[in-house]
């Protein structure tokens, strides 16, 4: 059963746009999460984080918005730009350390000039 | 330049055959991960260790085993008793405590094993 969702495998936006990428838990207990950027062949990069106890978190164009009701949180990228296209990991910690993260299934986003 | 090194990039292992991973890490880091990736999934942790010599099972370690005999190195065997072992191998780290919440892991580049 999987605790961290990303139900839409793809996203295709156009350059200049917004990209919104979304990630569901079951787990409530969960309180730290993350988004992982990966390119093929690469190690993922870490993004953004955002605790559980803020509903809004802001780096440049990215902002990870958290409504914890809806178990939901969704990572904005305003504008989209080509080399935003990679493979997005939502993934959610429990506790303070990273032996008890886990990872959504990833989406991929093209962004089209 | 800090970061994390694994090779090789692409193993290729008969069936039978036990092969060893490389990770190095020279960020100084405590921790250390080794996360395996298939198509569709999310990442699913092997093993992970907090502290030299020391280490513990994550959610998929059955046929594989590490060793953390330094700071910097976290090799990763695939054994002959691992079923599926094809897939791409990540290795991270992360400094210990609360702290590393705020940065994320470093991961690494990976290494793509293919079972012949």
């Known amino acids: 059963d999987q605790q961290v969702k990303q139900n839409s495998p793809s996203l295709s936006v156009q350059e200049g746009r917004i990209s919104i990428l979304n990630c569901d838990y079951t787990n409530s207990m969960f309180d730290y999460f993350l988004w992982y950027k990966k390119y093929p062949a690469e190690g993922p990069t870490f993004l953004i984080s955002?605790?559980?106890?803020?509903d809004k978190n802001e780096d440049g164009r990215f902002t990870v918005f958290l409504n914890k009701s809806a178990k939901h949180l969704s990572l904005h990228i305003v504008p989209s730009q080509p080399g935003d296209s990679a493979v997005y990991f939502c993934a959610a910690v429990r506790g303070t350390s990273y032996d008890k993260v886990i990872f959504g299934p990833g989406t991929s986003l093209s962004v089209i000039p | 330049d800090g970061g994390i090194t694994q090779s090789p990039k692409y193993l290729f292992r008969k069936e039978g055959q036990n092969v060893t991973l490389s990770c190095e890490q020279n960020l100084n880091h405590d921790a250390m991960y080794w996360y395996r990736q298939d198509p569709g999934q999310g990442l699913r942790l092997i093993y992970y260790s907090q502290i030299v010599n020391d280490f513990q099972k994550g959610d998929i370690a059955e046929g594989y085993s590490v060793s953390r005999e330094k700071k910097e190195s976290f090799p990763l065997t695939v054994t002959s008793a691992q079923k599926n072992p094809t897939a791409f191998y990540l290795c991270?780290?992360?400094?210990?405590?609360?702290?590393?919440?705020?940065?994320?892991?470093?991961f690494g580049s990976g290494t793509r094993l293919t079972v012949v």
């Open positions: 955002i605790s559980s106890i803020k």
């Open positions: 991270a780290s992360s400094p210990s405590g609360t702290q590393s919440l705020n940065y994320g892991y470093t």
